[in-house]
């Protein structure tokens, strides 16, 4: 028996991992299942041919560079893959680690909605037959889940979620640069995490996944204390990923945090768009079925 499998047999590491699968079917049987059998697949199709354009077709098809050269209006016509392949990387750095000095109000820290939001995607998926594979990481990919199809698969998927975090820093370049390099074929990649490291490498890494051809999502977790600057009094903020401190009057910083915080989520938002990456604020204080319905009623639209 492994050091692995002796953790996991452990009576509190399967009380965890069964709370984990618990929220995932509780979110997924109770709103998510009667959502459009494919949510993920927006852009997962194959160009299969062309056609000649008759009334009623949707001019979203015409091919107009056809057009262009022929003058007679063709429309294209495709090819949705069999199996979805869905990939989900979940953001396992010291910063998701934060919950608010009274405990998160909706009972999830960053990383455990993180993880709930990862897992009730995987069974979803499983569910309507796709592929699904899994990937932690911070600094580096600390577990890897390769993609299955079988319903049981999603145990493998929840394992890799609660396997012990080391609180380390976030480097997302590399990191998506090899899964970019690793991935076997184009599919869905959905990123999960806080967004809270180097933009420039982000979105870096983002680009060269669509370069080979991903079709990729972005859920962007962050806690309502980040969002609002709830705090009051004397408060000193410790850094998760620095070791660095700041003792304040909070009031005093308020204005200035928040309109920082609009700048940052103003860029994220523009750079998402122009890696032509689906994205979705998380706010943990919202109802994890709530934030799914929201981002896969969206996909589910553009699959139509």
């Given at each position: ?6 953790r ?15 929220r995932?079917?509780a ?11 494919s949510?993920?697949?927006?852009q ?5 041919q062309?056609r ?13 560079k056809?057009w262009?050269?022929q003058?007679r ?16 990387l ?10 608010p ?5 909706t ?12 897992a009730s995607?995987?069974?979803l998926?499983?569910?309507h037959g ?10 580096q ?9 079988k319903?049981s698969h ?5 394992e ?32 999960v ?10 979105f ?15 859920l962007?977790?962050?806690?309502d ?8 009094g ?15 009057n909070p009031r005093?910083?308020r ?28 706010r943990t204080?919202?109802p994890?079925d709530a ?14």
């Open positions: 028996m492994t050091r692995a499998s002796r996991y047999l452990r009576p509190e590491a399967i009380a965890r991992i069964a709370r984990l699968e618990l995932a079917h979110v997924v049987e109770g709103v998510l299942a009667g959502l459009h059998k949510p993920f697949k927006g997962s199709v194959e160009f299969l062309h000649e354009y008759v009334r009623g077709d949707d001019p979203r098809r015409v091919d107009w056809v262009g050269r003058d209006l063709y429309v294209k016509e495709y090819e949705e893959e069999t199996n979805l392949r869905l990939t989900l979940v953001d396992a750095s010291a910063s998701m680690d934060y919950v000095a009274g405990g998160p109000r009972g999830l820290g960053k990383y455990d909605c993180a993880a709930t939001i990862a995607l995987a069974w998926a499983l569910s796709d592929a699904v594979g899994c990937a932690i990481f911070d600094d990919v600390r577990a890897a889940v390769p993609a299955r199809t319903r999603l145990t493998g998927v929840v890799a979620l609660e396997a012990p975090r080391g609180g380390r820093t976030t480097a997302f370049l590399p990191v998506l640069r090899s899964l970019a390099e690793t991935l076997p074929r184009r599919g869905m990649v959905i990123v995490s806080d967004l809270l490291g180097d933009r420039d490498g982000i870096r890494g983002l680009r060269s996944l669509r370069q080979h051809g991903h079709d990729i999502a972005l962007h977790v962050m806690d204390d980040e969002l609002d600057f709830p705090f009051q004397p408060t000193r903020f410790e850094g998760l990923e620095l070791p660095e401190h700041l003792a304040c005093a910083l204005a200035g945090y928040l309109a920082a915080l609009e700048e940052f989520l103003a860029e994220v938002r523009q750079r998402s768009a122009a890696a032509r990456c689906d994205y979705a604020l998380v204080g919202e994890v934030a799914l319905v929201k981002f896969l009623a969206r996909r589910a639209r553009m699959a139509v």
